[in-house]
């Protein structure tokens, strides 16, 4: 089956600093990958859509200067927490869509991110 | 904001018994998946259920739609304590680019 890859799976940072979370679809091309953040217990909401070699699209409420999406190849995202706060603290999960017409999407393993 | 509401949020039973959620969403939609998810971890995609379809298998599960009503149900039966997890229903709209809004989501627990 089709396998989406997040890293790291853990990550502790300070408060100011920038944290990157790489997202890749390891045996398909991923046409567009979505990124989610979940709070404990609760759903996933999602905070953009990127398309491959074009900007992201923000979810409404969602700094995109904060978050800083790059999806610069079909096997590759980034999410780059930017002058990370303790608010940032939460578990980041990506997607990934092969582009096939009501197709599931596959995701990764998630990332959960302390802010010191 | 999320699309879908789920009940009930948590759900706890006997190893064997059948559990049941339901899934009710507000928009139109291409397609209604249920995914599952243990702790700390990411989703695994369970079944795709398309609009035109009513009802859908997959071994121990089963899921339903009723477009009119705008709801679902996944029953998963002869319960195991692996099933243990929490259980999102997801809408995919049709102005939606593919892009998935969450239910959100039932804490099953199965008791041994």
């Known amino acids: 089956g089709a396998v989406v890859s997040q890293h790291p799976s853990r990550v502790i940072c300070k408060s100011g600093t920038s944290v990157k979370i790489e997202c890749r679809s390891l045996?398909?091309?991923?046409?567009?990958m979505f990124w989610y953040r979940q709070f404990p217990k609760k759903s996933l909401m999602l905070m953009a859509t990127?398309?491959?070699?074009?900007?992201?699209?923000?979810e409404q409420g969602v700094e995109k200067d904060k978050f800083l999406i790059n999806h610069a190849s079909l096997t590759l995202s980034t999410l780059t927490v930017t002058s990370a706060h303790p608010e940032d603290s939460s578990f980041y999960i990506c997607s990934a869509s092969p582009g096939t017409y009501n197709s599931p999407l596959h995701f990764g393993n998630g990332t959960r991110l302390t802010v010191t | 904001s999320q699309q879908g509401e789920e009940d009930p949020q948590a759900l706890s039973i006997q190893e064997g018994e059948n559990a049941t959620m339901n899934c009710s969403y507000k928009t139109s939609i291409n397609n209604l998946q249920w995914y599952r998810q243990n702790s700390g971890r990411g989703l695994v995609h369970l079944i795709l259920i398309r609009s035109n379809e009513r009802e859908k298998h997959s071994g121990r599960l089963r899921v339903t739609l009723d477009t009119s009503k705008k709801s679902s149900s996944l029953l998963i039966t002869a319960s195991r304590a692996a099933d243990t997890a929490s259980y999102f229903c997801?809408?995919?709209?049709?102005?939606?680019?593919?892009?998935?809004?969450f239910g959100q989501g039932t804490r099953l627990t199965i008791n041994p």
């Open positions: 997801a809408t995919q709209i049709i102005q939606g680019a593919q892009k998935l809004v």
């Open positions: 990127s398309n491959e070699g074009s900007k992201a699209t923000y």
């Open positions: 045996d398909f091309q991923a046409t567009t």
